[in-house]
């Protein structure tokens, strides 16, 4: 960018505010390549904002994504832990199973031993020892009833073994699954990271660019002052003078764009309120000598009045009482519901930016919004395109005190709380803070109200 030599500044930025607002400076008229200089930093600082304001749109982007994998992470944990949980207890009831399959399994086979030990002639003596033909048929039927009990039992331990195998099986795939989704997550959220680094480095750099504009600017905005802190300064000024000074910086403040200017003139106005205040003290503490020493005189008068009386005073008229003025009781300021919420969210200027960030340790711009309007028991989504499904749409022509107000370019993609007269709180971007600025630089897309 061209450097702007402080004197050619002060003289374009002293003219553009002489038509504005009423200080003394001391500049020469306009040429018109001083006023084309003038559009061109102005231009090339808006389009710094823009462009950041859409680098912050690919950042919001970049954190909705890595929200929402860490979200799916924690839910596969959580079902990984829920599916661990099952699987230990099938391995429980397989262990139960197996046991009473081989107790099962040592009885029967105990039996079996015991009848190929005796031969074939084990059944046989049964048969032939029968006293009768009925006797005949009652032995061979309990023979093949026990035959048949012992095969059904080890037929039904054998199936429940089957299905609990199955079961565990059915769980481990499942358990693998999840793995396999939390690993692809964790390949996402790699990429993630990757894209984050990248806006943030391009952030990165047009941060140096805003900071040598702002530099600039600066330099030219120290115009605006005027001769307004040597007013504030002489002891000879008046007390109107001063109180001019004040008011013209206040409006001064209106133009101001760089912290470092605006902090000098809020100094300025400071140290003359302060000014102001001491000579008011001063002429209240003379006026109150004067109205003791007053209050002496006279008691010293009516003394001597007494003193030469030769008889008892004549009875003088009470003065008429007048009743104490009354001072009506103030009445409480009415706030809407809208305006608390917004009243709520300031105390959180200054809190960093943290990807991710929903506590006030740190926020991002929809971790902010969710976790304010939480505080008044209204639950919203945790991403600001999911946000801004809910509560009720607000045209931009009607905005209030404490709606959402959403921006991107396409899909939303960042958040933030409105205050009045385009201004919104909301949490900017990586290595900036919680803070009140202007929705001029962002692309609105729409607004929600969750208050009436």
């Known amino acids: 960018m061209k450097t702007i030599k402080l004197k050619l500044v002060a003289a374009l930025v002293a003219a553009a505010i002489m038509s504005s607002f009423s200080i003394p400076v001391y500049a020469t008229p306009l040429t018109e390549e001083q006023q084309q200089e003038l559009n061109a930093v102005k231009a090339e600082y808006d389009a710094v904002l823009y462009r950041m304001a859409e680098i912050t749109g690919e950042i919001a982007i970049v954190n909705d994504t890595i929200t929402n994998i860490l979200v799916r992470i924690e839910e596969n944990d959580l079902e990984m832990e829920r599916l661990d949980g099952e699987i230990k207890a099938k391995n429980i009831e397989i262990a139960t199973s197996e046991a009473e399959l081989l107790k099962k399994e040592t009885e029967y086979g105990a039996r079996l031993r015991a009848m190929y030990k005796q031969g074939n002639t084990g059944v046989l003596q049964a048969i032939l020892s029968s006293e009768s033909i009925a006797d005949l048929i009652a032995r061979a039927d309990a ?36 793995a396999l989704l939390k690993a692809d997550n964790l390949v996402k959220l790699e990429e993630a990271e990757v894209k984050k680094n990248e806006a943030e480095g391009l952030l990165e750099e047009l941060e140096l660019e805003e900071n040598k504009i702002i530099r600039n600017l600066a330099m030219a905005e120290m115009y605006f002052i005027g001769d307004n802190d040597e007013i504030i300064a002489d002891p000879s000024s008046s007390d109107v003078l001063i109180q001019q000074a004040i008011t013209n910086l206040r409006e001064a403040r209106t133009k101001i764009i760089t912290d470092s200017t605006d902090a000098k003139i809020v100094t300025l106005i400071e140290r003359g309120k ?54 009506p009781a103030p009445t409480a300021p009415v706030s809407g519901r809208g305006q608390d919420i917004l009243n709520y969210g300031y105390q959180f200027l200054g809190v960093p930016y943290v990807w991710g960030g929903s506590t006030p340790r740190g926020f991002d711009c929809s971790g902010l919004t969710q976790y304010v309007y939480r505080q008044f028991g209204i639950n919203i989504p945790r991403v600001a395109s999911a946000q801004a499904s809910v509560g009720t749409r607000v045209a931009y022509s009607d905005l209030q005190a404490g709606d959402l107000v959403f921006f991107g370019s396409g899909s939303i993609t960042h958040v933030g709380i409105y205050i009045s007269n385009g201004n919104m709180l909301h949490s900017p971007r990586p290595g900036k803070s919680v803070e009140i600025t202007t929705m001029r630089y962002h692309k609105f897309i729409t607004a929600r109200r969750l208050v009436n």
């Open 274 to 327: 302060t000014i102001l205040a001491q000579r008011e003290a001063a002429r209240r503490a003379a006026e109150e000598a004067a109205r003791r020493a007053a209050e002496e005189r006279r008691r010293q008068e009516e003394a001597e009045e007494e003193r030469l009386a030769q008889s008892t005073p004549a009875p003088s008229t009470p003065a008429p009482t007048t009743p104490a003025p009354t001072t």
């Open 143 to 178: 023979i093949i009833k026990f035959a048949k009990i012992d095969k059904q039992l080890l037929d039904e331990i054998q199936r429940i073994k089957d299905v609990l195998v199955d079961q565990k099986e059915e769980l481990d795939h499942a358990k693998n699954e999840v």
